[in-house]
């Protein structure tokens, strides 16, 4: 069921034409920076984009410009490694299946982050989320208890996702049309 819903939505999203997927991207940044939790939180962790998904690279820059500290993730075994960057053009190239991730950085803890914007293939109102089938983030986020926002294009947002009792939940998805305020307590 993941599987079929997963292929059917990330195929919808690689159908968006770049000049919209980029549209919808900076519409999506607005909302994400106008949030009260991004401008409380002085570490924020975000993917570095990949593909069709909601572009993140302009994101991390105007983040780093602003005096936020950004932590990225790297593929370390079965695990996402954090490292803190100081430049999005220097610290990070091509990783794991290509996906872009930071070659140098600080170490940095989960704990210490005040805000994880989450990549995923497909979300609910709810905040149930379908990642990609590796399950990197289920792992990284069991362990936390701050803010999470999902970044997804509404064609991503149906109207119910399948869930295990390990998923967690995101706490707000942020689209190009809206910000979803999911309830959820994880």
């Given at each position: 069921?993941?599987?079929?819903l ?7 999203r690689f159908?968006?034409?770049p ?38 690279h302009?994101?991390?820059?105007r983040?780093?410009?602003e005096?936020?500290?950004v932590?990225l ?6 695990e ?9 053009d220097r610290?990070v190239?091509?990783?794991a299946?290509?996906i ?12 210490d982050i ?5 990549p995923?293939?497909v979300?609910?109102?709810r905040?149930?989320r379908?990642?990609?089938g ?14 999470t926002?999902?970044l997804?294009?509404?064609l991503q947002v ?14 707000k ?10 309830n959820?307590?994880?």
């Amino acid at each position: 069921m993941k599987d079929k819903l997963r292929k059917k939505i990330l195929d919808a999203r690689f159908a968006l034409m770049p000049e919209v997927r980029r549209a919808r991207s900076r519409e999506i940044e607005q909302r994400l920076f106008s949030l009260p939790e991004f401008s409380k939180a002085t570490t924020v962790m975000f993917y570095a984009s990949f593909q069709s998904e909601v572009e993140t690279h302009g994101m991390i820059r105007r983040a780093l410009a602003e005096g936020k500290h950004v932590v990225l993730p790297r593929v370390k075994g079965k695990e996402l490694e954090l490292l803190e960057i100081g430049n999005f053009d220097r610290d990070v190239s091509p990783g794991a299946w290509g996906i872009p991730e930071p070659d140098q950085g600080k170490p940095a803890n989960v704990h210490d982050i005040g805000l994880i914007v989450v990549p995923g293939a497909v979300f609910d109102e709810r905040g149930n989320r379908v990642g990609y089938g590796a399950g990197f983030y289920d792992k990284l986020l069991a362990q936390y208890r701050g803010m999470t926002a999902a970044l997804a294009f509404e064609l991503q947002v149906v109207p119910q996702v399948p869930a295990a009792a390990h998923d967690v939940p995101m706490k707000k998805i942020v689209t190009e049309t809206r910000i979803i305020e999911t309830n959820s307590k994880s």
